[in-house]
């Protein structure tokens, strides 16, 4: 080698020495000379290993991402500027049934989701901090909060209370999460600084410090160490925190003054921290796409950072509610106060449901130059990948809703009863999807209604032999006919003529639980408060039906026959397939447009994406990851209510939205 192209190396290895490893990492920062303390508020100014630090962090939660982009997602929130994750535990992840704790090898449906200790060592590999919001309840618009359905099934159980049920179960669960999340903390050479007890519990009509401090004991005992927190209003006061032992953290997305004021003077001389600051908002099906403004954003963020305040940006990417655990909010304006969550979480996040880089992202990167005093090293954000719009397809099966039920994976003869209450899973009931009650040989004679008194939870298709006879979702305003969950004792005509040995079907579709505010017993299906009358006949517990749970599990889904050729014969909701067959490399994330679908659910390779219910608004398409799809034939099928299927599978680049 010549002397002068050593020369020329050696300087260039000094410069690039020069641009990347001249910063410490925040690790390297924060441990230089060993751990000796954690996150600390014993002044007004959050300290880290006895050295200054501000909070600049992000939510973002493991479970409405693909696994596979667990990395890209929270390297881009680094690259952001940012020093800290954060992300809740959703309970109903981890403990699917009664009897089975998942943390990522159980062999569960959600096992993939369910490994928390590869997302918090990947966050300390990307070099962030994490805080953690136990739960038990997390809110989050999640399915019921993050609480497994099962808990229900029990009589005496009252959730977020001094309750034995519901704290032996949690007692259960937190034995195993935290023996996973105690070697985590950072005090143990992990990434946690901070572990939030409980949530929003002073919105809760019933807070209760007594389970609290039960809450606050747990942790401890279970080798908790590092800071522990609460959140709630400003506006709730203490309500929801444990003055002195839990550090009180706020939630709000303006008036900074007016809530960073009231919480200084709540809990003086120690640092503030809105640990949720807003930057966008969720969407509810049947209600416009909500955006946040970006200057209004952008203004307010400031001047949190400003104050100087340490802020968690709720959503920092707000990903999907996969299959069906998007939970529901029971807002004002619908008089059975239900409010399901569409599929997309896209939340007008930083950045997109997706992955994209927003204007909020860059507003966000220029604050953290200007507020983040610390230098530390920030790698640049990774480059987005694009997305693909994949040919049509046409459909090459229908599968008949008489056999979906011939392959239901169970089926119980009794009473009815709610999906909560059957005897399947181990005793756990049926937490998501649908649930059939079927009755037969049954004489109708013409003109006879059907009662279902109550409201029904949350809609249900009727069949007669086969044949919708219930109002599809082609409208919205259908919402306020039978079938559908704002209807108190609806009633619809069964038939014109006389049927002998009729064959009578009531499909009932969960569209998730509430999980904010009041919602503590809420049962799916046909439930305790419902009765239904054939006429002035009542159809009671004691006539005989068969109740199918349809669950759409993974491997079922993969495993369903009896397909026929598509020949528009259908008379009822049914399974519509299509095979997307890609023969190059190039397999990146797409949208799938359900615009010319009325209502169901998509399945991907087994997995199932999430919910469409077209004239609803706002989401029109569903995000469906690379990651997911693989060289090769893949299988993609449509669950159709109404008897009208799409002809194809399309695809887009971008989400569509479309406000009813
Ligand atoms: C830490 O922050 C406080 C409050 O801003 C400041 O008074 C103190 O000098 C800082 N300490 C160091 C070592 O920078
Ligand atoms: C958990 O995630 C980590 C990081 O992605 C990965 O290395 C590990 O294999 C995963 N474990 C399981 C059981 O999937
Ligand atoms: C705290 O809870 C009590 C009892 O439920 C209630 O009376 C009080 O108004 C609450 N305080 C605030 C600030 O909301
Ligand atoms: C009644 O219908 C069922 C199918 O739903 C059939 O198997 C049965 O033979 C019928 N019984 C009579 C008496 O027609
Ligand atoms: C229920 O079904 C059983 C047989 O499966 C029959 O003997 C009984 O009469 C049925 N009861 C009613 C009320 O239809
Ligand atoms: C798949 O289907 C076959 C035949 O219908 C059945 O024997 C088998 O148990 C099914 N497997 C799963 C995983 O459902």
């Given at each position: 080698m010549?002397?002068?192209?050593?020369?020329?190396l050696g300087?260039?290895?000094l410069?690039t020495?020069?641009f990347?490893a001249?910063?410490?990492?925040?690790?390297?920062?924060?441990?230089?000379?060993?751990i000796?303390?954690?996150l600390?508020v014993d002044?007004p100014?959050?300290?880290?290993?006895?050295?200054?630090?501000s909070i600049?962090?992000?939510s973002?939660h493991?479970?409405?991402i693909?696994p596979?982009?667990?990395?890209d997602?929270?390297?881009?929130?680094r690259?952001a500027?940012l020093?800290t994750?954060e992300?809740s535990?959703?309970?109903?992840?981890h403990?699917p049934?009664?009897?089975?704790l998942?943390?990522?090898?159980?062999?569960?449906?959600?096992?993939?989701?369910?490994n928390?200790t590869?997302?918090?060592r990947?966050?300390?590999?990307?070099?962030?901090f994490?805080?953690?919001?136990?739960g038990p309840?997390?809110?989050a618009?999640?399915e019921?909060?993050?609480?497994?359905?099962?808990?229900?099934s029990?009589?005496t159980?009252?959730?977020?209370?001094?309750n034995?049920?519901?704290?032996?179960n949690v007692?259960?669960?937190f034995?195993?999460m935290?023996?996973?999340l105690?070697k985590?903390?950072f005090?143990?050479?992990?990434?946690i600084?901070?572990f939030?007890?409980?949530?929003e519990?002073a919105?809760?009509?019933?807070?209760?410090?007594e389970?609290l401090?039960i809450?606050?004991?747990?942790i401890q005992?279970?080798d908790i160490?590092e800071?522990?927190?609460?959140?709630?209003?400003a506006?709730?006061?203490q309500?929801?925190?444990?003055p002195?032992l839990l550090?009180q953290t706020i939630?709000?997305?303006?008036?900074?003054a007016?809530?960073?004021g009231k919480?200084e003077?709540?809990q003086p001389?120690?640092?503030v921290?809105?640990?949720?600051?807003?930057s966008?908002?969720a969407?509810h099906?049947?209600e416009?796409?909500?955006t946040?403004?970006?200057?209004?954003?952008?203004?307010?963020?400031?001047?949190a950072?400003?104050?100087?305040?340490s802020?968690?940006?709720?959503?920092?990417?707000?990903?999907?509610?996969?299959g069906f655990m998007?939970?529901?909010?029971?807002g004002?304006g619908?008089n059975s106060?239900f409010q399901p969550i569409t599929?997309s979480y896209?939340?007008?996040a930083?950045?997109?449901?997706?992955?994209d880089?927003?204007?909020k992202?860059?507003?966000?990167?220029?604050?953290?130059?200007k507020?983040?005093?610390?230098?530390t090293?920030?790698?640049d954000p990774p480059e987005?990948?694009?997305?693909?719009?994949?040919?049509s397809?046409?459909?090459?099966g229908q599968?008949?809703?008489?056999?979906?039920?011939r392959q239901?994976?169970?089926k119980i003869e009794?009473c009815?009863?709610?999906m909560e209450n059957?005897?399947?899973?181990?005793?756990?009931?049926?937490s998501?999807?649908?649930?059939?009650?079927?009755?037969?040989g049954?004489?109708?004679?013409a003109?006879s209604?059907?009662t279902?008194?109550?409201?029904v939870?949350?809609t249900?298709?009727?069949?007669?032999?086969?044949?919708?006879?219930s109002?599809?979702l082609?409208?919205?305003d259908?919402l306020?006919?039978f079938?559908?969950w704002?209807i108190?004792?609806?009633i619809?005509?069964?038939t014109?003529e006389?049927l002998?040995?009729?064959?009578?079907?009531?499909i009932f579709?969960?569209?998730?639980r509430v999980?904010?505010?009041n919602?503590?017993?809420q049962?799916?299906g046909l439930?305790?408060?419902?009765?239904?009358?054939?006429?002035?006949?009542e159809l009671g517990?004691?006539?005989?039906w068969?109740?199918?749970?349809?669950e759409f599990?993974r491997?079922?889904?993969?495993n369903?026959?009896?397909?026929e050729?598509?020949?528009?014969s259908?008379?009822?909701?049914?399974?519509?397939?299509?095979?997307?067959?890609?023969y190059?490399d190039d397999?990146?994330?797409t949208?799938i447009?359900?615009?010319e679908w009325?209502?169901g659910?998509?399945i991907?390779?087994?997995?199932v994406?999430?919910?469409?219910?077209?004239?609803?608004g706002?989401?029109?398409a569903?995000?469906?990851p690379?990651?997911?799809?693989?060289?090769?034939d893949n299988?993609?099928?449509v669950?159709?209510?109404s008897?009208?299927?799409?002809?194809?599978?399309?695809f887009?680049?971008?989400p569509i939205?479309?406000n009813?």
């Amino acid at each position: 080698m010549a002397l002068n192209t050593r020369i020329l190396l050696g300087l260039l290895s000094l410069l690039t020495i020069g641009f990347s490893a001249d910063l410490p990492t925040l690790y390297e920062y924060y441990t230089e000379g060993g751990i000796k303390s954690g996150l600390s508020v014993d002044q007004p100014y959050f300290t880290l290993n006895g050295k200054n630090i501000s909070i600049y962090s992000g939510s973002m939660h493991y479970f409405r991402i693909p696994p596979e982009l667990w990395q890209d997602r929270l390297r881009k929130l680094r690259a952001a500027g940012l020093n800290t994750v954060e992300t809740s535990i959703a309970w109903n992840i981890h403990h699917p049934n009664i009897n089975d704790l998942e943390f990522g090898d159980g062999g569960t449906e959600l096992e993939a989701w369910a490994n928390l200790t590869g997302f918090i060592r990947l966050a300390q590999q990307e070099d962030l901090f994490v805080i953690v919001r136990l739960g038990p309840y997390i809110s989050a618009d999640w399915e019921f909060g993050g609480l497994p359905s099962w808990l229900l099934s029990v009589e005496t159980m009252e959730i977020r209370q001094y309750n034995a049920y519901f704290l032996s179960n949690v007692g259960k669960y937190f034995g195993e999460m935290l023996s996973i999340l105690s070697k985590l903390q950072f005090t143990n050479g992990g990434p946690i600084i901070m572990f939030q007890v409980e949530h929003e519990l002073a919105y809760s009509p019933y807070p209760n410090a007594e389970y609290l401090q039960i809450l606050y004991e747990l942790i401890q005992y279970l080798d908790i160490v590092e800071l522990l927190s609460s959140c709630d209003g400003a506006s709730s006061g203490q309500n929801g925190t444990l003055p002195g032992l839990l550090f009180q953290t706020i939630e709000f997305g303006s008036e900074i003054a007016l809530n960073f004021g009231k919480l200084e003077e709540m809990q003086p001389n120690k640092p503030v921290m809105a640990m949720e600051f807003y930057s966008g908002w969720a969407d509810h099906w049947t209600e416009q796409h909500r955006t946040r403004d970006l200057i209004d954003f952008r203004d307010n963020y400031e001047q949190a950072l400003a104050w100087p305040g340490s802020v968690n940006l709720y959503m920092f990417h707000g990903g999907t509610n996969w299959g069906f655990m998007n939970g529901a909010n029971n807002g004002v304006g619908d008089n059975s106060n239900f409010q399901p969550i569409t599929t997309s979480y896209d939340f007008d996040a930083p950045l997109t449901e997706a992955g994209d880089y927003t204007p909020k992202y860059d507003a966000i990167r220029e604050l953290m130059k200007k507020y983040n005093t610390i230098e530390t090293f920030t790698p640049d954000p990774p480059e987005v990948k694009g997305r693909r719009v994949y040919s049509s397809l046409d459909l090459n099966g229908q599968l008949r809703f008489e056999n979906i039920l011939r392959q239901a994976p169970d089926k119980i003869e009794d009473c009815f009863q709610s999906m909560e209450n059957l005897p399947i899973n181990e005793n756990s009931g049926q937490s998501y999807g649908y649930t059939v009650y079927r009755r037969e040989g049954l004489n109708i004679p013409a003109n006879s209604a059907l009662t279902i008194t109550g409201h029904v939870r949350d809609t249900v298709m009727v069949l007669v032999n086969g044949v919708l006879i219930s109002n599809a979702l082609t409208s919205s305003d259908r919402l306020d006919t039978f079938g559908y969950w704002r209807i108190e004792n609806g009633i619809v005509l069964l038939t014109t003529e006389d049927l002998n040995n009729a064959t009578l079907d009531l499909i009932f579709e969960n569209w998730g639980r509430v999980g904010f505010g009041n919602f503590y017993k809420q049962f799916k299906g046909l439930t305790d408060s419902n009765r239904l009358f054939l006429n002035y006949e009542e159809l009671g517990c004691r006539t005989n039906w068969t109740i199918y749970p349809l669950e759409f599990k993974r491997s079922w889904n993969q495993n369903l026959s009896d397909w026929e050729a598509v020949d528009g014969s259908v008379t009822g909701p049914a399974l519509y397939k299509a095979t997307l067959t890609i023969y190059d490399d190039d397999i990146t994330d797409t949208y799938i447009d359900m615009q010319e679908w009325v209502k169901g659910f998509v399945i991907v390779n087994g997995i199932v994406v999430g919910r469409y219910a077209t004239a609803l608004g706002p989401q029109q398409a569903l995000y469906l990851p690379g990651p997911w799809l693989h060289k090769g034939d893949n299988e993609i099928i449509v669950f159709e209510h109404s008897p009208w299927p799409a002809s194809q599978i399309k695809f887009t680049k971008d989400p569509i939205y479309n406000n009813p």
